[in-house]
């Protein structure tokens, strides 16, 4: 009681315009107080009306009334401050202009703490005290406090809207009920509130199963756009050390062939030199005979002449120098060849490249000419291969044998007439096979050694289209789907691992139909497979 008491003392003494204890003290003729500074600025801006008004009780005053400090009252409220009694601010207690106000309260209004819905009502924690105490209200639904009860309210019989209107989708009063929305589909609002509750909760489900699903694509993008890092720094730290490599090997080829030219050089200088020293002898002694000859041209006497005369004469040749020409057209062949490597396979290092962009931004290939623009190169696995199978082609192409090809190994199709390629297949990438007489299955697998002696399409890790002479099907999972579509001895596959595709097509000449397509997530490197149903010469190709 005393601290309801103190309660009421600092309400008598709050100024409610500013909410503060009232600091010189001014009460109109209306009985209400308030601080003379908050009063009078509330005048001035009521000057221009020229009426002016009590704020907490509206009663108008003509003309501005004279008001004087309240001595008694300023005592009082410095007798309460001596007493201990804090200045009350805008607390808790009172209703701001965002808080849902008592309907209760008269003059300054307390902050509700709940709302009724059967009185339609909020209260403060003193005006709710019955509803607590007297069972009169023990079936009233007290809720947080909110500013919308008035819309619970029918606009037309001014009763509370407890029924829904399934009919029209509106919420209405009883009298509604028999009034215009007489049989319509009519429940309780409590009824169609469990009934909306009920969808709500399922749509949250839904909701929620969405987000997980959508989490973990993020999760996996996220492993994937790490994985992608991880591939591309490798790429980037291995090619660095290949072109490291060729450098310092071409560095080495090109100061051993300046040495071996400097040392030809020196060799074929000292040479000419040596041959140059020969000749100027050798002019030397030209000189002399050519003067002994000259001499001997004067002789008079016959038969002097003649028996004077050389029987011959010495002469000399230097060889052509073409060592040095030898090598620049060795040099100039080794150039060309290699501007040829590189003009010609660096294609292939842009393409396998390429596949991180293509992954992220091209679109999926619809023709035959497009799809070939992801053709690999898809070369067996011998030692997975079947000992009844025999690989040719460069590994390309496998035939069944009556006897065993391949020795034991333990990546080896022991029971299941198989074989895998060599490499993991890109991200994207196109292949095509063609079959031989009898039937084979085309298959897309994760290479794992518990699985070699498991047929393609046994489980959740490979999926496999058969293809006969009349017929297809599909496996995964040991679920076989029959498929429909042109006989061909030539099928296309095409892999899509970042958008988990995986298609299956007839080819016929130059017309591609499509037979089955698969919509998966694509958890571990993927691996081409091949499979032969009949036995002793059934061929399959990877073209």
Not at 216 to 227: D, G, I, P, Y
Not at 443 to 452: C, I
Request: glycine share 4%; aromatic share 6%; charged share 25%.
């Amino acid at each position: 009681m005393a601290q309801k008491g103190a309660q009421l003392d600092q309400d008598a003494i709050c100024c409610s315009i500013c909410l503060e204890v009232l600091k010189d003290p001014a009460t109109t003729s209306c009985g209400h107080s308030f601080c003379m500074n908050c009063i009078q600025t509330h005048w001035d801006e009521e000057d221009e009306e020229e009426a002016y008004s009590c704020p907490q009780c509206r009663q108008s005053f003509t003309p501005r009334p004279v008001l004087l400090k309240s001595i008694m009252l300023a005592d009082l409220v410095e007798g309460l401050k001596k007493t201990g009694l804090e200045e009350a601010p805008a607390d808790l207690c009172y209703a701001g202009a965002e808080d849902v106000a008592c309907d209760v309260c008269t003059g300054r209004k307390l902050r509700a703490c709940k709302s009724c819905l059967q009185c339609l009502i909020s209260y403060c924690e003193n005006h709710l005290q019955p509803h607590y105490e007297s069972p009169a209200f023990g079936k009233h639904k007290l809720v947080e406090p909110s500013k919308k009860l008035q819309e619970n309210i029918c606009s037309r019989h001014h009763e509370a809207m407890k029924m829904f209107c399934r009919t029209d989708q509106q919420c209405i009063c009883y009298l509604c009920s028999v009034d215009e929305h007489k049989g319509h589909d009519t429940v309780s609002a409590a009824a169609e509130r469990t009934e909306r509750q009920r969808e709500l909760e399922g749509s949250r489900q839904n909701i929620q199963k969405r987000i997980q699903v959508r989490e973990k694509m993020v999760e996996r993008l996220q492993q994937e756009v790490e994985a992608i890092d991880c591939s591309a720094d490798k790429a980037v730290e291995d090619s660095e050390k290949m072109f490291t490599e060729l450098m310092r090997l071409m560095e080495k080829r090109r100061s051993d062939v300046k040495q071996q030219v400097i040392s030809e050089q020196t060799i074929e200088v000292n040479r000419v030199i040596d041959l140059q020293e020969k000749l100027e002898q050798e002019i030397a002694e030209l000189k002399k005979r050519d003067a002994a000859l000259e001499l001997l041209s004067h002789t008079e006497d016959h038969t002097q002449f003649i028996q004077s005369y050389p029987s011959s004469t010495h002469s000399s040749s230097i060889l052509p120098l073409r060592y040095i020409e030898d090598l620049k057209a060795a040099l100039s062949k080794f150039r060309d060849k290699l501007l040829d490597v590189l003009r010609d396979k660096w294609t292939n290092v842009y393409l396998t490249v390429g596949d991180v962009d293509m992954l992220l931004s091209q679109p999926q290939p619809k023709t035959r000419a497009e799809f070939l623009k992801y053709s690999r190169q898809i070369t067996l696995d011998p030692n997975t291969a079947n000992t009844r199978f025999l690989l040719s082609e460069r590994n390309r192409k496998v035939t069944s044998t009556p006897g065993e090809s391949y020795p034991s190994h333990p990546d080896r199709f022991t029971t299941c007439q198989q074989v895998l390629s060599k490499e993991s297949l890109p991200g994207r990438c196109y292949w095509e096979v063609e079959k031989g007489v009898g039937g084979i299955a085309v298959a897309v697998a994760y290479k794992d050694n518990n699985t070699v002696n498991e047929q393609f399409g046994e489980s959740e890790k490979s999926w496999a289209l058969g293809f006969y002479k009349k017929c297809y099907d599909f496996k995964y999972n040991t679920i076989t789907t029959s498929v429909s579509g042109p006989q061909s001895s030539k099928v296309g596959v095409y892999l899509d691992q970042s958008a988990g595709i995986l298609s299956f097509c007839s080819i016929s000449e130059e017309t591609m139909t499509l037979l089955h397509r698969v919509q998966t997530t694509f958890t571990e490197p993927l691996y081409a497979g091949l499979r032969l149903y009949s036995p002793t010469g059934n061929t399959a190709e990877m073209l």
